[in-house]
């Protein structure tokens, strides 16, 4: 609670500001809460702490509360020069402030209806950050595509929670453990919404439209913090319910496996960076999917990693593609290569975060994959097999991302807006570095020990 009442308080003091100092004063904010929530990260494993009637922590809540502290001042510090094209000047941080305050409540909420209700009111920040800086075309849709894709996905979600409600007479998720065999359609009504919002391939292409229309800022939230809201609901419905491996959970995990092939596969085809970045995104969280629904704790340690490894890694490279685009005004590869060749500083960047992302060592990521490889053939050992095609794939995709973006001849001199990039854009990608050595030195924070 100290934590929220922190985040209202800091708020309303910057509401006071001059509208010039604001934006500042929001990033320092964002950094102060950040630190603030490291104060509840307790033991690893399942232990938990209350902090009041409402709200509970664990490991597995305060690292998503620190995520996404972390990634929204993020998001701030490389869109406050976008915020002035429409709309009024500051709209943007206050709907950024707002999504951050109803995940950090749907994080540590300890009751399933009232994290229902913030999953889904986390819609409507995002959805306003779309219509009103998105893009011109198709912003309606990809709008369509989300709200549709979310509620009506989660809405059998709903009605277990109202089930519960009325027979059990709560839905406190730490003391209520229902094990029966429950038929396939309860779980398929308990992960669906989850899986949607991961995205988990088939129920991927909101995802793409999304991305595509969102700002740099939006995308960097929705693809960060937002896709790892499915993963730690499963998460809390499986501890809730005593799930064990179901026949739900294999097809879940051969669509999975499908799935990484497919992302791989489709980012190969890419031209737009944008879309090859969301399509890896889809790729990248089968690797969640397989190791929660596989049951083992090394499946559950690869999770975790790979959600809050993801969560920085993905937000660097969409900030790289913003700072990109926006001096080329264009995110055709054939474009973005032109401001890479005109600034150096940029192909450096590129490489470490398509090495982040593609899980060169010492990156988490490769913890993460191999963990996820493990837990997976613990179950059926032919597993392998897509999972090797889809690292050969990955390799591929990143590979040429790098060669294009570096080594494309120019016929003309490339025409950059240098006054278009800022020295924040630029330390924005050092702060999405450190984490990821935190993580990487402190991997088994989430082993149930």
């Known amino acids: 609670m100290s934590l929220l009442f922190f985040m209202v308080l800091s708020t309303f003091c910057v509401s006071f500001l001059n509208k010039k100092d604001q934006v500042v004063a929001m990033i320092n904010c964002f950094g102060v809460w950040t630190a603030f929530s490291f104060t509840y990260w307790g033991s690893s494993g399942v232990s938990w702490e209350s902090l009041s009637e409402l709200f509970c922590v664990d490991i597995y809540s305060s690292s998503m509360v620190s995520l996404t502290l972390w990634v929204c001042g993020i ?39 009232m994290f229902y209700i913030l999953f889904e009111s986390t819609l409507v920040p995002m959805i306003s950050i779309i219509a009103i800086w998105g893009g011109q075309l198709e912003r ?10 979310t509620v009506a996905g989660s ?62 800022g939006g995308s960097v939230i929705l693809a960060g913090i937002l896709l790892k809201l499915g993963g730690y609901g499963i998460t809390r419905l499986m501890m809730t319910f005593s799930y064990t491996l179901e026949m739900v959970g294999i097809f879940v995990i051969t669509l ?45 340690v ?31 590869i054939k474009a ?46 032919w597993v392998f097999i897509p999972l090797a095609l889809y690292f050969v794939l990955s390799g591929a995709y990143s590979f040429s991302l790098y060669c294009q973006l570096t080594s494309s001849k120019l016929k003309n001199k490339p025409e950059v807006m240098f006054n278009e990039m800022t020295l924040k854009d630029m330390s924005a990608m050092y702060f999405l570095l450190y984490p990821l050595a935190e993580v990487l030195f402190k991997w088994d924070l989430w082993a149930m020990v």
């Open 140 to 149: 309606v849709p990809s709008i369509q595509y989300i709200a549709v894709y």
């Open 256 to 300: 999975s496996l499908y799935g990484s092939v497919y992302g791989a596969v489709m980012c190969i085809r890419q031209s737009d960076v944008k879309k090859l970045i969301a399509f890896s995104s889809v790729s990248h969280m089968s690797f969640p999917v397989i190791g929660l629904f596989s049951c083992t704790e090394v499946g559950l």
């Open 155 to 216: 809405f059998p979600l709903l009605l277990v929670f109202i089930t519960m409600e009325l027979y059990v007479g709560s839905s406190f998720m730490w003391f209520i453990s229902v094990k029966t065999d429950f038929e396939w359609y309860f779980w398929t009504a308990c992960f669906l919404g989850f899986l949607i919002k991961l995205p988990a391939f088939p129920f991927h292409t909101w995802l793409p439209k999304a991305h595509v229309q969102a700002p740099v």
């Open 75 to 113: 998001s701030i510090m490389v869109s406050s020069s976008v915020t002035s094209l429409r709309g009024t000047p500051n709209t943007f941080w206050a709907l950024a402030t707002l999504l951050g305050f109803l995940l950090v409540q749907c994080f540590m909420v300890n009751t399933l209806a």
């Open 336 to 381: 973005m290569a032109e401001g890479v060749r005109a600034i150096p500083s940029l192909s450096f960047f590129w490489l470490v975060m398509i090495m982040l992302n593609l899980g060169v060592p010492p990156c988490p990521v490769i913890i993460s994959e191999v963990l996820s490889v493990v837990s997976a053939i613990a179950l059926w050992p």
């Open 302 to 332: 690869g999770a975790y990693i790979m959600l809050v490894s993801h969560g920085l890694i993905s937000s660097g490279l969409f900030v790289l593609c913003g700072i990109n685009s926006e001096l080329v005004h264009s995110r055709k």
